[in-house]
């Protein structure tokens, strides 16, 4: 009689017919509670670093020169990551890069003066003096350090424009903007509305801050008139650096002759620094480092600070094949950049301007190259369609 009783034991298996529902009524038993640590889903790890680099390039790009206080959209360099085709460095509705010192000038006036002196630069009645026509912009108390030196510090107290009495206080802008910002609006407001004055230099505007660097307060009237009217700034623009130009520095091999009086490298230096980003440095990158294994660095090249007519032939025409800078072979091309960026390359002043920046900063070091230099290396070579080799540059071609 015991086989009944066993079969009594197991009273549960024997009531139900099918055998799977048993176990799978065991299973769910023991499969309910987990206290496992899940991994992050790949798929959410890839999300989450497709946003942060989103967000890091978009940052990059549109960072408006992280001023606190003035949102400036020229700041931030678009066509730097996406060059238009063409060579065009605006396009319609984005914004423009290559903005001449006049359009950055008005976009600051907009942004920073206008709400006091109003868009007609003439200010308000009782409240804020005219910039139009007003004798301390472009007149009898005009002087470029005066103007510079009540715009960088502040001005406060009474004070006569135009025959009218004011007695406010302007905000000192020095912290707001930075000195080339300063050059182009006080280069705009002595020019706009009829003004008929000349330009201010970022240079001006860096020598000035530095002669006043102790000074915290804002000026008075008084304090302004003790800066004589025939003060001067260093770093005043030259009249015309196109027009007179050292004929003779083009010679070949020898290096050409230091920045002569009429040609003004640092002007030269400085606006190649704002042709820079959008043309060369797409490639050669902002630092100068270029992009290894693939573009080589501008930095410490002797193909950059050697030979001025070399430095002047290698972007009018590319060059092909594999090319050693440093201890790195680079394979090539370097894509001819006037295909790219002809608006830069094709222009001798402008050409000029980006190689003496190239050749000036980041700890480089070399002899002025002028738009007569290009002029003359350009119609040398102009009937040579290719790219340098790297043989080539190192026994450059001697002059025909
Ligand atoms: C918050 C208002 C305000 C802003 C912003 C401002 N100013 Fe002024 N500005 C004044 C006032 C007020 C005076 C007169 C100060 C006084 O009475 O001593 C003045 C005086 C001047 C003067 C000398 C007098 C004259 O009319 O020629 C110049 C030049 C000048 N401002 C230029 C600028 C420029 C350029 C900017 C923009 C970068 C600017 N200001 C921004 C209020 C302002
Ligand atoms: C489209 C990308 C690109 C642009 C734009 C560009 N380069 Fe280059 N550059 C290169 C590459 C790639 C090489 C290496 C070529 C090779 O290996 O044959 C190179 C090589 C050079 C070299 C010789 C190597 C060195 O680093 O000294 C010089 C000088 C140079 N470029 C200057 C310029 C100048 C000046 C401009 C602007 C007018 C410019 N490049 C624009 C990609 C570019």
Request: overall charge negative.
């Amino acid at each position: 009689m015991s086989q009944p009783n066993e079969g009594q034991d197991r009273l549960d298996y024997q009531e139900t017919a099918d055998i799977t529902e048993v176990h799978a009524a065991i299973a769910r038993e023991h499969a309910e509670p987990s206290a496992d640590v899940t991994p992050i889903p790949t798929w959410l790890s890839i999300v989450c670093a497709a946003a942060l680099c989103w967000a890091g390039i978009y940052v990059g790009i549109f960072h408006g020169g992280f001023n606190p206080k003035v949102y400036n959209e020229y700041e931030s360099n678009p066509t730097a990551f996406f060059p238009l085709p063409g060579g065009a460095t605006s396009g319609p509705g984005g914004p423009a890069v290559e903005l001449t010192a006049l359009q950055l000038g008005e976009k600051v006036y907009k942004e920073v003066c206008q709400a006091c002196h109003q868009p007609t630069g003439l200010g308000q009645a009782g409240q804020f003096p005219a910039l139009a026509g007003s004798e301390w912009v472009d007149g009898s108390e005009y002087n470029e350090k005066r103007l510079v030196a009540i715009v960088l510090k502040g001005m406060k107290g009474p004070v006569t424009v135009k025959g009218a009495a004011y007695n406010g206080a302007m905000p000192p802008q020095e912290n707001a903007l930075k000195p080339n910002k300063l050059a182009a609006v006080l280069t705009y407001v002595r020019q706009a509305w009829g003004n008929k004055g000349g330009e201010i230099t970022e240079a001006q505007v860096i020598a000035a801050k530095k002669e006043f660097a102790d000074r915290s307060d804002q000026w008075t009237v008084e304090e302004i008139k003790k800066i004589p009217l025939d003060a001067k700034l260093e770093g005043a623009g030259a009249p015309s650096t196109q027009a007179k130009t050292e004929p003779k520095s083009g010679d070949t091999g020898k290096p050409a002759a230091p920045a002569t009086g009429s040609f003004d490298l640092a002007a030269s230096i400085q606006r190649g620094a704002t042709l820079y980003p959008t043309s060369c440095g797409t490639c050669h990158m902002p630092n100068g480092m270029g992009l290894p294994p693939v573009n080589p660095p501008l930095v410490g090249s002797e193909l950059v600070t050697g030979d001025a007519r070399r430095t002047i032939a290698i972007p009018l025409k590319g060059i092909n094949g594999p090319l050693k800078v440093g201890a790195t072979v680079f394979p090539g091309p370097m894509v001819p950049p006037a295909l790219m960026f002809p608006a830069v390359i094709n222009d001798d002043a402008k050409l000029a301007d980006v190689l003496n920046y190239v050749r000036n900063t980041w700890g480089n070091k070399a002899d002025a190259i002028t738009p007569e230099q290009v002029k003359k290396v350009r119609a040398e070579f102009a009937d040579r369609p290719a790219p340098w080799t790297e043989a080539e540059l190192l026994n450059f071609p001697p002059t025909k």
